[in-house]
């Protein structure tokens, strides 16, 4: 029979040394990223967001490209969802851009900015408690802590606790924040686990805060996820002008109307014309694409247009690698 694990909060001695030691470690080696050279809530927003999931390599030129585009609130309230959607292509959970996109409208047609308070902003749709403590900290001070998968590594490892020990993070992560610099104070919490305090073999010699981990090494609780394989065949139906594409549902349960490729059970050609690997979240495709006619209800879109519609990541992938469109994409 189970028993339930009372839930333990992290205690360190010397919790200043603590703060100070991690700040000066974070101002001396953080890396340059644009959503940390601003204070503008919006754009802080939109970064976190993006970050959602996703690592930061592949957010920065997507963030850069959508502030053009959208470079405040109100530019992104009066912007329509497919042109919304065609800025995120590529970036994949496109629920965040959805949300997002009603957040500002429902802003806006309150004639209100971003809530200053992390309680005011868990209110807007797709504004979770994480997101909500980062904007609250960043951009306002609020001395409120984040937990994130690296937060969660960090003081699973301070504290060396294992498998048959329950951790509070949130109050744990909340005990040792720095309230004069709270949003620095959870930049460095996430870098350290992003950058030192690794999955495997982590940088301990790196490690700012050593004398505090109980751990140094890889923590036993930490396990690999299991992953599914499967197989994709896609049609590519395309000239030196058009391509054949066909739209998803707008009831569809994942990437509601996107454009992808027509898929296809059936070879079009002895040998396919690509092979690549794509994965999302758990699962790892093998990906065929076939040339061949286009297929009946799909709908020949000019190149000239494909980069203004919402594509899916694979879609994106694969026409980029085809040489189809006429300005790739970072």
Not at 15 to 29: A, C, G, I, N, Y
Not at 36 to 45: A, S
Not at 207 to 215: D, I, K, R, S, Y
Not at 261 to 273: D, N
Request: overall charge positive; some cysteine.
């Amino acid at each position: 029979m189970k028993t339930r694990l009372q839930k333990k909060v992290l205690l360190l001695t010397h919790p200043r040394k603590f703060q100070s030691r991690l700040l000066d470690w974070f101002d001396r080696t953080k890396r340059d990223l644009p959503w940390r050279r601003t204070k503008d809530p919006y754009r802080i927003w939109v970064s976190e967001i993006m970050l959602q999931q996703t690592r930061v390599t592949a957010v920065l030129e997507y963030y850069k490209r959508f502030l053009r585009a959208f470079p405040n609130l109100r530019a992104l309230a009066r912007a329509d969802e497919q042109d919304v959607l065609a800025q995120w292509s590529g970036l994949g959970y496109y629920r965040r851009a959805r949300m997002m996109h009603a957040a500002a409208k429902q802003l806006a047609n309150e004639g209100q900015n971003l809530p200053r308070t992390s309680e005011g902003l868990r209110d807007l749709p797709g504004v979770g408690q994480y997101t909500a403590a980062a904007i609250a900290s960043i951009a306002f001070g609020e001395p409120t802590a984040v937990v994130d998968g690296n937060v969660e590594r960090v003081l699973l490892r301070l504290g060396g606790y294992g498998e048959s020990e329950s951790l509070d993070f949130w109050s744990s992560a909340q005990q040792l924040i720095d309230a004069n610099r709270p949003g620095d104070f959870n930049q460095a919490m996430m870098e350290l686990g992003a950058i030192v305090c690794l999955p495997r073999v982590p940088d301990c010699k790196k490690c700012p805060v050593e004398n505090w981990c109980a751990t140094r090494g890889e923590h036993t609780t930490i396990k690999p996820v299991s992953r599914r394989k499967a197989r994709l065949d896609y049609v590519l139906a395309a000239d030196r002008n058009g391509v054949a594409l066909v739209q998803r549902a707008a009831h569809s349960r994942l990437m509601a109307g996107m454009w992808e490729l027509p898929e296809t059970s059936a070879k079009k050609s002895p040998s396919p014309a690509m092979q690549l690997k794509h994965s999302i979240t758990n699962t790892d495709y093998e990906v065929r694409v076939w040339k061949g006619a286009r297929p009946t209800g799909s709908t020949r879109i000019q190149l000239s247009r494909i980069e203004e519609l919402p594509l899916t990541g694979l879609t994106l992938k694969i026409l980029r690698r085809m040489g189809l469109l006429l300005h790739p994409k970072s």
